[in-house]
Nanobody, 123 residues
Framework: QVRLVESGGGLVQPGGSLRLSCAASGFTTNAYSIGWFRQAPGKAREGFICITMSDGKTQVEDSVKGRFTISRDVAKNTVDLQMNQLEPDDTATYFC????????????????WGQGTQVTVSS
């Protein structure tokens, strides 16, 4: 059974940085991908970045391009999300998700989800 655990959320001032981590367990292959999604109160869940574990290829949506980066550690089955230049609109619960196959920012492509971690950007 695949299990995902996020860590690293918190409160940060506008313009600040946070680093989230997603630790995956239960995969018997590295032919899977991890995506990050976020959901703010009253808004739809948004997929914005993902990485394919086997080759490190990424997809980054315009909403975070130039501010957020994603990296992987295949040996540890972990993915880090570095978030810079955070804005109040980035406030949301952040989830990582995983499934076999290539990188996607579409929620329906993922069957395994973490519990979420809160990111609040406020002065």
């Amino acid at each position: 059974q695949v299990r995902l655990v996020e860590s690293g959320g918190g409160l940060v001032q506008p313009g600040g940085s946070l680093r989230l981590s997603c630790a995956a367990s239960g995969f018997t292959t590295n032919a899977y991908s991890i995506g990050w999604f976020r959901q703010a109160p009253g808004k739809a869940r948004e997929g914005f970045i993902c990485i394919t574990m086997s080759d490190g290829k990424t997809q980054v949506e315009d909403s975070v391009k130039g501010r957020f980066t994603i990296s992987r550690d295949v040996a540890k089955n972990t993915v880090d999300l570095q978030m810079n230049q955070l804005e109040p609109d980035d406030t949301a619960t952040y989830f990582c998700a995983a499934d076999l196959g290539r990188c996607s920012v579409i929620a329906a492509a993922f069957r395994a989800w973490g519990q979420g971690t809160q990111v609040t950007v406020s002065s």
